[in-house]
Structures are given as structure tokens and as C-alpha cells.
């Protein structure tokens, strides 16, 4: 929980009440939004319903050879499939009980930005994969890292993407975030260059505006 604790300070002791999401947990949460049972379930990734049955209660380890075969067969990551990492439980545990799912808050926030599924790709450093993925998927949290990345190059605060927040479009628009950003990395040849086109100052001694 330290990198936890590092990133948001001002969250107190929330990793304390952290719940894990297990293998079993996660095997069995898919089967309900399946709405499958134990056999037909068991059928679909090549098991029997005593195997599925030890899983689902934690008495049971798979090999990470059968964990790739079942997340084939579900169309979901192993990583996915294997459970929460400390930084997901501990993300996931913000998150209230009723918040809309992350998918939603994500199609909104790409609607209110007037972003296409490249658009988003392109300015958050997602792949295209990852962002359909998302939303085909229908991702009802958004794993901790993939929620850092959207916060830093959307601008969007974290509590958007756990729905604590509604998103407010902000006064800059992607464009010019993304403009801003490649400013930051730039060289200062670049910078300078830049900054004759826009009629700017030139830099200070130190590369400070």
C-alpha cells in the first residue's frame, strides 16, 4: 500500500479496508453477468463443475498456463482473470458501491471531449485496442494505472473515473493540452523556435519562461 499512500496522501487510511478481488472471485463474477451456471460455465472453459466449484471458493490454484486458456476463452486479459493487483484493490476501493460504471463515465468524457475511439488513442497514449477494449468490454472499474495515464493527458481528475465527480469539460481543450505537452518535451531549440512563432519572450537563462 506504499505506492498507494505516496500517490494520494490525503486518503488516510483507506487502504486498511482494501478487499481483494481473488481468481475465484473473479471467475465467478463472470459467470453471474454470464448468467450461467456452474455446469455450463464449467463447459465453456474445459473443466468440470468440481474443478470451477474449488476455484470459485478459494480452494483451488490454477496453473498461469490455465489461467492464459481460460482468458482466451473468455475474451478477458490474464491479468485481468487473475485479480486485483494492491494498486487496483486500493483504487477500486474508493469507488462507491453505486458509481456508474467506468465504460459509461469513459463514453461520456470522450462525447463531452468530441473524441472518437482514435482521438482518444491518439492523446492519451492508449493503444486503439485498449480503449475499445474498455468500452466492448463494458469495464465496470478502471484498473489504477490505465485511470493515472487518463487523468495526466485528459486533464481529468481521478475522481471522475471512480464516479465520485462529474466531469467538468475544462477551459483548455485537448489540442491544446496535447500542444502544452509536447511543448514540455521539447528541446530548447524547439522551444525557442516555438516561441518566436507565437511572438513570446524568449527564455530565460534557465529555459523558464
Keep these: 500500500m506504499e505506492f498507494f499512500k ?3 496522501p490525503d486518503t488516510g487510511d483507506v487502504a486498511v479496508d482494501v478487499t481483494y478481488v481473488s481468481f475465484g472471485d473473479r471467475l465467478r463474477a463472470i459467470r453471474k453477468e454470464k448468467g450461467m451456471s456452474q455446469d455450463e460455465f ?4 474445459g ?3 468440481q474443478v470451477l ?3 470459485e471458493i478459494g480452494q483451488r490454484i490454477p496453473k498461469i498456463t490455465q489461467v492464459q486458456e481460460y482468458a482466451k476463452r473468455l475474451n478477458v486479459s490474464a491479468d485481468y482473470l487473475m485479480g486485483d493487483s494492491a494498486e487496483e484493490a486500493a483504487f477500486n476501493s474508493l469507488c462507491p458501491k453505486d458509481h456508474p460504471p467506468f465504460y459509461k463515465i469513459f463514453l461520456d468524457v470522450m462525447d463531452q471531449m468530441g473524441l472518437d ?5 491518439q492523446v492519451s497514449g492508449l493503444t486503439d485496442r485498449q480503449v475499445r477494449t474498455i468500452i466492448i468490454r463494458q469495464m465496470k472499474d478502471a484498473p489504477l494505472p490505465i485511470a493515472l495515464q487518463l487523468s495526466d493527458a485528459l486533464g481529468v481528475p481521478l ?3 471512480t464516479g465520485d465527480q462529474r466531469y467538468q469539460p475544462a477551459d483548455i481543450s485537448v489540442e491544446a493540452r496535447q500542444v502544452a505537452r509536447a511543448y514540455d518535451k521539447a528541446g530548447q531549440k524547439e522551444k525557442a523556435m516555438v516561441r ?3 511572438d513570446l519572450p524568449p527564455m530565460t537563462g534557465g529555459g523558464a519562461p
Design 159 to 161: 475522481e471522475v473515473w
Design 6 to 8: 505516496k500517490e494520494y
Design 47 to 49: 473443466t468440470s463443475k
Design 42 to 45: 464449467a463447459k465453456l472453459l
Design 117 to 121: 475511439i482514435p482521438g482518444v488513442a
Design 53 to 55: 466449484s474449488r476455484y
Design 196 to 198: 518566436i512563432a507565437l
